[in-house]
């Protein structure tokens, strides 16, 4: 079966310093790959898909950057992390041509 | 632009009722809409997801309308228990990528 493991669970990070989340699916072959932001109680907001390795879409103009190294692998970065960039980052998997996204348990992320 | 939005940011029930959740969007296009649901502190979880040329889907207590005449989506849940409070999102498939709406908050009423 499929899994997708998110890490980690929680993060504090100071304002202006680096930041890399990473996700991994585990199961599945070429998977496209989904970065979203979620506010409090606010919905999802899409940062970055990925449809195969070295190919990255940016939905929202940020400072923040997305990387596939490797088939199964999606990095969220920053250089310099803003007090706006707190919030819930989910990253989400599906197989090509279908729609459903399956989500990882996410990373709550505070800039202090 | 594209926008799935909710009527209802929250909606309280009694336990054994009928939940019904509401979602408006505005592409046309789309060919799938599906429903998540999210506990606090975790991702959404898939729900139940129908087709654009379908009307009505049904799952286990849960049923999926889509009225594309006025480009209207709902969830009914039946006989609503506590464990299905939690925020509920509708979203379209739009070219690879899910676009979701803000979300509606189930509370579940003992």
């Known amino acids: 079966s499929q899994t997708i493991h998110q890490w980690p669970a929680t993060l504090v990070q100071p304002v202006g310093s680096p930041l890399s989340l990473e996700c991994t699916v585990e199961?599945?072959?070429?998977?496209?790959l989904y970065w979203y932001r979620q506010a409090a109680g606010r919905g999802l907001q899409l940062l970055f898909y990925?449809?195969?390795?070295?190919?990255i879409s940016s939905e929202v103009p940020q400072n923040l950057s997305a990387s596939r190294p490797q088939d199964r692998q999606f990095i969220l970065s920053s250089k310099k992390l803003l007090l706006s960039d707190s919030g819930f980052y989910l990253c989400?998997?599906?197989?090509?041509?279908?729609?459903?996204?399956?989500f990882g348990q996410g990373t709550r992320l505070t800039v202090v | 632009g594209e926008s799935v939005g909710l009527h209802l940011p929250t909606l309280s029930v009694q336990e054994g009722d009928n939940s019904i959740i509401n979602c408006a969007y505005s592409?046309?296009?789309?060919?799938?809409f599906i429903w998540y649901k999210q506990e606090s502190g975790k991702g959404p979880q898939f729900i139940i997801d129908?087709?654009?040329?379908?009307d009505k889907r049904q799952g286990q207590r849960v049923t999926v309308l889509l009225n594309k005449t006025v480009k209207h989506l709902s969830l009914q849940i039946a006989a609503t228990q506590p464990g299905d409070s939690a925020v509920y999102f509708c979203?379209?498939?739009?070219?690879?990528?899910?676009?979701f709406g803000s979300g509606t908050r189930l509370l579940v009423r003992p």
């Open positions: 979203a379209e498939d739009s070219s690879y990528k899910l676009i």
């Open positions: 990925s449809v195969g390795i070295g190919q």
């Open positions: 989400a998997w599906s197989v090509p041509d279908l729609p459903e996204a399956f």
């Open positions: 199961g599945t072959s070429n998977p496209n």
């Open positions: 129908i087709r654009s040329n379908m």
């Open positions: 592409n046309s296009a789309s060919d799938y």
